[in-house]
């Protein structure tokens, strides 16, 4: 079947050209992609067939906030910065920024963007463009656009704006402003000194407006929509593929070798390892961890640096009056034997113990913050003897057990994990119940704080170790807080107005807060992310926020 669609794609883009974009080795930079020449070119397949784990969200980029809606959203535009496969940031549509301080003592960031910057149309995206997107975020709400917060928290005038739902025409007091073609000015109205780490975010992409209208996403399901990424849609079909086809308006058209992209929406990693297997797909990105002995020592299997982590929620103001004490939710915390878990979930290199809630992979003061907290003393540990001394403290024996349910969505992992859980906190007095959800209703349960504990795992939303931390902040919860407090949000705010070693400082001052004095959460573990490549790819990568990019993939022919 893959064949046959590659050979339909290459007839139909040439009779369109009559008439009229994980981990892999390769170059990883806009500037400096590989050019193999023409000869080359010839050997390469001109479709790249790749499969994400679920159904993606409308391609709006201020509306998809999950990873999936990502992995295509990734390769149709062509944002101010990206991050990079070593996690740093990019420039891609910004060539350079300045940050000064205007007379009000508010931080103004002004971005000169590149000339060559097109719609997969032929006209012109300009700095209007990418300030109507942003805007245009706002105007959506917190409920629709997710990560508009990014722009309400911080930007001047915008949070209320963010939440009226204003029209863009009635934005002109928010401090975003195209000052001309190529220019774009943001003053802050709240400090933060990580501002441009949050701007890979899609709501800060740019939309066209004659195409995206406010206040509504369904437009996105147009494969006529204009895009200015190296890639452009043919067809949308969320629920089985999108195929996309090579913009030739690109700013790096002249790099992009591939003519089609082709998503597949595999739920299931089995189905997924199955296809990479037959040779239907390229690229599997969710794939279950047993692929590792599978391909052990095989070219196929690519294990890279990721910036996830993965914990136990505890509901700490729910309705199991237990998990108030924090003696007993650190009792759960001394009680776990992570190392047992990660070689239960026997995987080699791919998971590592987590001692606190920032996964490896963010620059600290001086080296990896998570190492640094670490090396300073480890905020959580196994003590059985003292996690036992706690629940019998809290009269909780093995006459009478503290009965507890943890809830998850079923999956290998998840249900390895629980498994273990519930023998170890056995053995200190806790009688641990297993409950499974549908992942849909699992995480609205969750979200609506429909649990006692559950299982809990993010990838950062941005580079740097606020992406975890500010999780716990009341004011990121909604009308739901199940940890945190006001103290915690006081470090957290205290933190905006340090830079270099002293804000590292007091980050590290919160997460001890949050995980070794209050107990909030229980940390388990760290993991890389794992996917299956074809033999002989190259130019695609992925970032350690574990999003694909495939703007100059070439793969050989088959």
Known sequence: MKNTFKKLSALLLALLMCFSMAACGGDTGTDNPADDGND??????????????GEP??????????SVTAYVTNNLYYPLFYIGEDGSMVNAACESYDVTTNDAGQ??????????????????????????GMKRSLGLGAADSYYSYFIGDFVLNAKEHLNNMDDVADMDDVGIVAVDETTIEITLGTPCPYFVNLMAAGVFYPVHPDYAKEHDYTWADDPNVPTNGAYYTTKIDRAAEIIMVKNPYFTYADKVVTENLVCKVMADPDA??????????????????EVTKIYAGQPELVITDSVINYYVMMNCFGDNE???????????????????????LDAGEVYYE?????????AGADGDFRAEADAAGAYVYTDKEAAKALMEAAGYTAENPLKLEYYTNSAAMHDVVAEVLKAQWAEINVELTLRNGEIRTFFDDRSNGLFETARGAMSADFMDPMTFLDMAATWNQGSFVSWGDEAYDNLLIASRTLEGAERMAKLHEAEKYLIEEMAY???LFG???????????????????GNHILWYVQSPAD
């Not at 080359?40 to 784990?53: E, K, P, R």
Request: charged share 15%; with cysteine; aromatic share 12%.
């Open 521 to 523: 959460t229980c940390p």
């Open 107 to 132: 931080t103004v960031y002004t971005f000169h963007l590149i000339e060559e910057n097109y719609w997969s149309t032929g006209d012109k995206v300009t700095a209007a463009d990418y300030v109507y």
């Open 40 to 53: 080359a070119a010839a050997t390469l397949d001109d479709t790249f067939v790749y499969a994400i784990g």
């Open 57 to 66: 969200q409308y391609l709006d980029p201020a509306v998809g906030s999950d």
């Open 527 to 545: 993991y890389k992310m794992i996917t299956l490549m074809k033999p002989g790819t190259e130019n695609a990568w992925s970032s350690p926020q």
């Open 322 to 344: 237990a998990l108030h004490d924090v003696n007993v939710r650190r009792a759960l915390q001394l009680g776990v034997d992570r190392g047992a878990i990660v070689t239960a």
């Open 272 to 289: 997924q390892l199955m296809a990479f297997q037959t040779k239907e797909i390229d690229l599997a990105t969710n794939v279950n961890s």
């Open 354 to 362: 987590l001692y606190g809630h920032v996964p490896m992979g963010f």
